[in-house]
């Protein structure tokens, strides 16, 4: 019995050797601070892990070394810092921030662009003010473009005398920088909250990017509960503002954050759906936390996509009402 547990706790510290390994190369291949030097310092670890490999004497050594030298390329990749001072891509050129005076909210740098394209638009940021006690709802927007276990979230907020607000949780890439899974695993991009009319955030995504599948959910959120979220982004952005923190593929993300920018005690369950987020709107409908209208899921789902009604709406004024048509009603 000792036997067969020594063979998989043998089994197990070489998995996890071999992963800490490959997660040590890309750090170093990503994030070492000299470009020119990244892939030298990426294959000089690996090659000195080879070397201990087979050089230091007993498993127990080997296994001290490997992970030693793993070690010191961790406390290495915690000292570097997020800034806010970089070329940015100018549709996150700005960081959206907030004044709060007790009922009156003055939200700066809400994205509002004027699209041709995807690609080819005129950058415009506002300044909106409105007012918590006019909030009446929250809705959720979600996005898929390729998978179906995999999507992006956006959070908007309604307002009985003013537009939408949304919110969308994404990497800030600096001018040259594309996306990419891989790299959002290491210290590749910062985090950006950008705060936009639903005419900019959610009308690109219908209208003018390809592929893109947009479905849009009334939530069961009461008008205040959606005010208390609503607060928590806007204590969000303005850390933000103040404080820049790394992006991360998995564990600072889209969908992470909408749940730990919360106090711990007021945190949803954890959920696997929340890590593969195109289920995410599967999971809500289990806990009734989205308006159904005695539909199944299917149902609800088919309804719910909105590029159609969006591409209709257009540039039209009544963007957000005309893309909420149809849809079963929430708080």
């Known amino acids: 019995m000792m036997k067969l ?40 670890f690996v090659l000195l892990l080879v070397g201990a490999l087979i050089w230091l004497p007993g498993k127990l050594r080997k296994l001290v070394g490997v992970f030693g030298a793993l070690a010191l390329v961790m406390c290495w990749w915690r000292t570097l810092r997020p800034t806010n ?11 959206a921030w907030a004044e709060i005076d007790g009922d009156e909210v003055k939200v700066h740098n809400v994205r509002n662009c004027d699209y041709r394209t995807e690609t080819d638009f005129t950058p415009r940021w506002e300044t909106r ?26 959070v908007s907020f309604r307002f009985a005398d003013a537009l939408p607000l949304c919110f969308s949780i994404e990497t800030r890439k600096a001018v040259g920088q594309t996306y990419s899974a891989l790299r ?3 210290r590749q991009y910062t985090l950006v909250y950008v705060v936009a009319d639903e005419r900019d955030s959610i009308r690109v995504r219908t209208n003018y990017r390809h592929g893109e599948d947009v479905y849009f959910y009334r939530t069961m959120v009461s008008p205040a509960q959606a005010r208390t979220r609503f607060l928590e982004y806007l204590n969000q952005i303005n850390t933000l503002r103040d404080h820049p923190h790394w992006y991360n ?8 954050n909408i749940r730990t920018q919360r106090s711990i005690d007021q945190r949803i369950p954890w959920d696997w759906r929340m890590l593969l987020n195109g289920k995410a709107d599967e999971m809500l409908y289990e806990r009734h936390d989205i308006a159904t209208g005695g539909l199944s ?14 591409r209709s709406a257009d540039q039209n004024p009544d963007f957000s009402h005309l893309i909420r048509e149809g849809l079963p009603e929430g708080n």
């Not at 070329?87 to 700005?94: E, I, L």
Request: charged content about 15%.
């Open 129 to 154: 003010r409105v007012r918590l006690s006019q909030i009446t709802g929250m809705d959720l927007a979600i996005m898929y473009w390729g998978s179906p276990w995999m999507a992006h979230p956006i």
């Open 5 to 44: 547990l020594r063979l998989i706790a043998g089994i197990l510290a070489c998995i996890a050797a071999v992963l800490c390994t490959a997660w040590a190369f890309g750090a170093l291949y990503f994030d070492f601070p000299r470009v020119n030097l990244r892939t030298p310092a990426a294959i000089a």
């Open 249 to 256: 593929a998995i564990t600072n993300n889209c969908t992470t």
């Open 184 to 186: 959002g695993l290491f």
């Open 85 to 95: 001072d970089r070329p940015w891509q100018s549709d996150v050129a700005r960081l």
């Open 297 to 310: 899921f299917a149902e609800l789902k088919h309804r719910s996509l909105i590029n159609q009604r969006a």
